[in-house]
Nanobody
């Protein structure tokens, strides 16, 4: 199983991006069992949680993105999304998707998001 992240890019402050992370070769029953999340890493800092969604679709957000970012998932497409609106320069970083369940911890390759002021 591989996680393929996409959707990053360069955007002006106030703009929007949608990140996608698709789990290739994962059967649906496996996908249902994972909690999924997006994490951000910037130079000199540890990777931090941005948003997570449980197998039961409960969501949690880092305080600075509440009201601006939305995490969602599409079971049929084996994909988790992060809709990012009203982007700020401090949102800049490499975004990684993560699928986690007992005995399994999968990471995508990272996608760069750069927000210019």
């Amino acid at each position: 199983v591989q996680l393929q992240a996409s959707g990053g890019g360069l955007v002006q402050a106030g703009g929007s991006l949608r990140l996608s992370c698709r789990a290739s070769r994962m059967i649906l029953s496996e996908f249902w069992g994972y909690s999924m999340g997006w994490y951000r890493q910037t130079p000199g800092k540890e990777r931090e949680m941005v948003a997570v969604i449980s197998s039961g679709r409960e969501t949690e957000y880092e305080d600075s993105v509440k009201g601006r970012f939305t995490i969602s998932k599409d079971n049929t497409k084996r994909t988790v999304y992060l809709q990012m609106n009203s982007l700020k320069p401090e949102d800049t970083g490499v975004y990684y998707c993560n699928f986690k369940r007992q005995g399994s911890d999968l990471w995508g390759q990272g996608t760069q998001v750069t927000v210019s002021s």
